[in-house]
């Protein structure tokens, strides 16, 4: 779905990712942010960035892209595993890799791996994704291989029974 909208006067002085949320609500604010990000949204013609400050006058158009069918495929995308038994599997993410499909990362992800990797993670909420790290980050992640190993680690993480540890590069 294409779409245009001019800026009117007194609208001005917001975030783009904002206004469009506002403006065009079938899309999340998170969703703008990810379509804006994609160059799927400009701003009088050029690209732009979610936090830029609209001004009265501006010309913003898009491009969504069309619908998906919403299955995710399986994709041949090496796993760095570090442990795996019957309940869990334990993988070292790298960076560069995101973690859910979304807008703008439709396919390469770790779902899509995980998917590749074993077609019953399909059957499992979330692919058996308890948690997640960014798409620049690297790090450990569990990821549930049943239904039960996700409902404890679902629990683990609420009650903050998981230790968690962090170091920062520079």
Known sequence: MDGQITVDAGQGNVRLDAFMGQRVPEQSRSQWKSLIDAEMVRVNGKPCKPN?????????????????SGEIL???????????????????KPAGLVVHPAAGNESGTLVNALLFHDAAFGAIERAGIV???????????????TE?????LQRQ????ETE???LTLV
Do not use: C
Request: no cysteine.
């Open 74 to 92: 399986p994709e041949e995308i090496p796993l760095n595993i570090l442990y795996e038994d019957e309940s869990v599997l334990v993988l070292n």
């Open 131 to 145: 948690h997640r790290l960014d798409k620049d980050t690297s790090g450990v992640m569990v990821v549930a291989r």
């Open 52 to 68: 830029q400050k609209l001004k009265s006058g501006d010309e913003i158009h898009w491009a969504l892209p069309e619908e998906r």
């Open 164 to 166: 968690k540890a962090y």
């Open 148 to 152: 039960a190993a996700m409902t404890e």
């Open 157 to 160: 993480f609420k009650a903050r």
